[in-house]
């Protein structure tokens, strides 16, 4: 390469170099609050060949690493209370959370394996970040974002899909207790349906969901916009996506639920997107 060459070459170098620091700091100038404790970890071993079980720290350490979070804007939760899991949840289901027998069937694990307190802890503690991440949006107008959580398929009086309680409805309702009366829309974007959500939030006319699944589970409540697009690439599932939005009504307080096992080749979920 000729002098001339190497000169414009590394005059670009430079350029680009300028031009990634740019972007790194608009990107750690981004408003987003997060939500997370070191305790977002499923104390079951015996679910580790099904889910990643410290998921939250992963995409906790790439928020980071991308800086698309600074450190002053992570948060730590507190745990949601028994009473708060008591505006959605049935009080003698709720006390049934306190036997391993019951959480080893809704977790799918052997009984002996659970420590209960420390597993129902870690539950609570997801339960609480989505509250507060709710709270914050609404006082603040702002995206948050809590990194356990969607716990969509428990529902009143029962747990399902390794999932005892409804964070999403918890939030929801302990929100109505402190005044919010606004519509609240759900986009439920993992690969399966929100059945759980569905059935706990069916006496509020003022919550919308809408789901865009990759299996039909089954008939859902009234008022449950679902689209099941098995097998869907990223074209169809992005055309799918805006054909839903089109369809959500202007909401006061939006939940949106992005699940990792939209991805082709998930173990769990039955699309196809990529991870671009």
């Given at each position: 390469?000729?002098?001339?060459?190497?000169?414009?070459?590394?005059?670009?170098?430079?350029?680009?170099?300028?031009?990634?620091?740019?972007?790194?700091?608009?990107?750690?100038?981004?408003?987003l609050d997060v939500w997370h404790s070191p305790d977002y970890r499923l104390p079951l071993p015996g679910l580790?060949?099904?889910?990643?079980?410290?998921?939250?720290?992963?995409?906790?350490?790439?928020?980071?690493?991308?800086?698309?979070?600074?450190?002053?804007?992570?948060?730590?939760?507190?745990?949601?209370?028994?009473?708060?899991?008591?505006?959605?949840?049935?009080?003698?289901?709720?006390?049934?959370?306190?036997?391993?027998?019951?959480?080893?069937?809704?977790?799918?694990?052997?009984?002996?394996?659970?420590?209960?307190?420390?597993?129902?802890?870690?539950?609570?503690?997801?339960?609480?970040?989505?509250?507060?991440?709710?709270?914050?949006?609404?006082?603040?107008?702002?995206?948050?974002?809590?990194?356990?959580?969607?716990?969509?398929?428990?529902?009143r009086a029962s747990g399902g899909g390794v999932w005892p309680v409804n964070d999403l409805a918890i939030a929801?309702?302990?929100?109505?207790?402190?005044?919010?009366?606004?519509?609240?829309?759900?986009?439920?974007?993992?690969?399966?349906?929100?059945?759980?959500?569905?059935?706990?939030?069916?006496?509020?006319?003022?919550?919308?969901?809408?789901?865009?699944?990759?299996?039909?589970?089954?008939?859902?409540?009234?008022?449950?916009?679902?689209?099941?697009?098995?097998?869907?690439?990223?074209?169809?599932?992005?055309?799918?996506?805006?054909?839903?939005?089109?369809?959500?009504?202007?909401?006061?307080?939006?939940?949106?639920?992005?699940?990792?096992?939209?991805?082709?080749?998930?173990?769990?979920?039955?699309?196809?997107?990529?991870?671009?």
């Amino acid at each position: 390469m000729s002098e001339r060459g190497r000169s414009v070459l590394l005059r670009f170098a430079a350029v680009l170099e300028k031009l990634k620091s740019w972007i790194r700091a608009k990107a750690a100038r981004v408003r987003l609050d997060v939500w997370h404790s070191p305790d977002y970890r499923l104390p079951l071993p015996g679910l580790e060949a099904r889910i990643e079980l410290r998921r939250a720290d992963f995409a906790l350490w790439a928020l980071l690493e991308r800086r698309v979070l600074s450190p002053v804007r992570l948060h730590t939760p507190q745990r949601i209370s028994y009473p708060s899991m008591a505006r959605v949840h049935d009080r003698g289901y709720l006390e049934s959370l306190t036997l391993p027998a019951t959480l080893g069937r809704i977790f799918a694990v052997d009984p002996s394996e659970l420590v209960v307190d420390e597993l129902m802890g870690a539950v609570r503690l997801a339960c609480g970040g989505t509250l507060a991440a709710a709270r914050e949006a609404l006082r603040f107008q702002r995206a948050t974002m809590n990194l356990l959580g969607g716990f969509h398929h428990a529902g009143r009086a029962s747990g399902g899909g390794v999932w005892p309680v409804n964070d999403l409805a918890i939030a929801i309702a302990e929100l109505r207790t402190e005044g919010f009366e606004g519509r609240v829309a759900i986009l439920d974007l993992d690969a399966h349906p929100p059945d759980g959500t569905a059935d706990c939030l069916a006496r509020d006319p003022r919550v919308w969901i809408g789901s865009l699944s990759g299996a039909h589970w089954g008939p859902l409540p009234d008022g449950v916009d679902e689209t099941v697009i098995t097998g869907a690439d990223d074209q169809g599932y992005l055309a799918a996506l805006e054909s839903l939005l089109t369809r959500m009504p202007p909401p006061a307080l939006a939940f949106v639920i992005a699940g990792g096992d939209v991805l082709a080749g998930d173990r769990m979920g039955r699309l196809g997107m990529s991870l671009a």
